[in-house]
């Protein structure tokens, strides 16, 4: 696949696939520091984006400078088929359909705190860029697999998982679906967490990428 760029009146989406954009990473520190994150972006990111299996994205603050182009945010996408429960005539039998997960989404807490007061939102940074970054590019991916429309990630907790409801996601509470999700595909580290989902308008139009 071809790098993806996506530039806003704001903030700017590039991939890890530029080299430039891969260094970043290497100095990224997340906000509310977790080793994992830190662990991902530095040594695995690059590694799954050579073979395939994961792709990683930067958001860049649109400055008009390159050198003033601040990391704010970076977040890995991957394809990763969920399970759920379906009717088959009277007998209840467990299926998997297409998906896209969200992993690995961390934002840069410095940068955030020195560019908040001067890019003149009425939401946060994080919403703002959910709405004008990552959600674009999950339908403009969705588009390019076809007959994908769920997107799911994971809350590590209630305040997490309140912001992601102002991002349009939902908390898996059916028992049915929730005990195959905790048993097929939930890893270790995502244990704890808050499992929560969301259903793209095969209505809305797709934005260019360069």
């Known amino acids: 696949m071809k790098e993806l760029v996506l530039n806003t009146d704001k903030f700017l989406l590039e991939s890890i696939q530029e080299k430039k954009n891969a260094n970043l990473l290497n100095s990224f ?8 994150i830190t662990k991902h972006f530095k040594k695995l990111a690059k590694k799954e984006e050579a073979e395939g299996s994961a792709r990683t994205f930067v958001v860049k603050v649109n400055s008009g400078n390159e050198d003033s182009n601040f990391l704010v945010m970076a977040f890995t996408i991957k394809l990763n088929p969920i399970p759920y429960v379906s ?4 007998k209840e039998h ?5 998906a896209l997960q969200i992993t690995y989404l961390a934002t840069n807490e410095t940068i955030v705190n020195m560019i908040k ?11 703002y860029i959910y709405s004008t970054v990552i959600e674009p590019l999950l339908y403009h991916i969705a588009d390019l697999i076809g007959n994908t429309d769920i ?15 102002n991002w349009g996601f939902t908390e898996l509470k059916r028992t049915e679906d929730l005990n195959l999700v905790n048993k097929k595909i939930r890893k270790q580290e995502e244990n704890g967490c808050i499992f929560m989902f969301k259903k793209l308008d095969p209505r809305r139009l797709n934005p260019d990428f360069q």
């Open 29 to 36: 520190r997340a906000s509310h520091e977790q080793i994992k």
């Open 87 to 90: 009717e088959s005539g009277r």
């Open 94 to 98: 467990s299926d998997f359909i297409s």
């Open 117 to 127: 007061n001067s890019v003149n939102l009425t939401t946060s940074i994080g919403t």
């Open 151 to 165: 997107v799911y990630l994971y809350a590590i907790n209630s305040i997490v998982k309140k912001i992601y409801e």
